[in-house]
T-cell receptor, first 113, second 112 residues
């Protein structure tokens, strides 16, 4: 009964370092979405990926952020040269088909010192 | 510009009574709405959804009502239980779109 898995659950980085967040979708799901939740805010869409393809990255900052979903392995959200404003909870969701219900992982809480 | 608004940051209800959580939206393209429940340090859990072709959807203790003309939806929980205490997020999407637009959430506290 494995749901969406994310790791690490907590990540602390100093300004200028890189953060790598991993997401394994539910079994059988090939659609992955990343959302970010800033303090006291709702979740905001960042990027939608299918295996080996970025379908929509319109919600992702143009610089320092990148995402991938390789043929084998988890989806990765990568943040280079982190700044304090990147501190947030990052949630990954997956779905069976593109318009099906999205199921969320537990999130990674990134703290930038 | 917030397209999905949950104007009550918090709500307290006595156990056994009805909880009513409200959500308003501004984007007339939205035609599919979802409620997620979130406990601290966990991810959002899907609760119930409604399509714009309906005005009501029920699942056990949870009922969602949609008023398209008012661009308003509400989640009713009856009877409320202490385990329902969580943050509830309203989310919306448009036909063919995978992007969910979330409100800021309402923290529900059910008092035993």
């Amino acid at each position: 009964n494995a749901g969406v898995m994310q790791n690490p659950r907590h990540l602390v980085r100093r300004r200028g370092q890189e953060a790598r967040l991993r997401c394994s979708p539910m079994k059988g799901h090939s659609h992955v979405y990343w959302y970010r939740q800033l303090p006291e805010e709702g979740l905001k869409f960042m990027v939608y990926l299918q295996k080996e393809n970025i379908i929509d990255e319109s919600g992702m900052p143009k610089e320092r952020f990148s995402a991938e979903f390789p043929k084998e392995g988890p989806s990765i959200l990568r943040i280079q040269q982190v700044v304090r404003g990147d501190s947030a909870a990052y949630f990954c969701a997956s779905s069976l088909a593109v318009t099906d219900t999205q199921y969320f992982g537990p999130g990674t809480r990134l703290t930038v010192l | 510009d917030q397209q999905v608004k949950q104007n009550s940051p918090s709500l307290s209800v006595q156990e056994g009574r009805i909880s009513i959580l409200n959500c308003d939206y501004t984007n007339s393209m939205f035609d599919y709405f979802l409620w997620y429940k979130k406990y601290p340090a966990e991810g959002p859990t899907f609760l119930i959804s409604i399509s714009s072709i309906k005005d009501k959807n029920e699942d056990g203790r949870f009922t969602v009502f949609l008023n398209k003309s008012a661009k308003h939806l509400s989640l009713h929980i009856v009877p409320s239980q202490p385990g329902d205490s969580a943050v509830y997020f309203c989310a919306a999407s448009a036909t063919g779109s995978y992007q969910l637009t979330f409100g800021k959430g309402t923290k529900l506290s059910v008092i035993p």
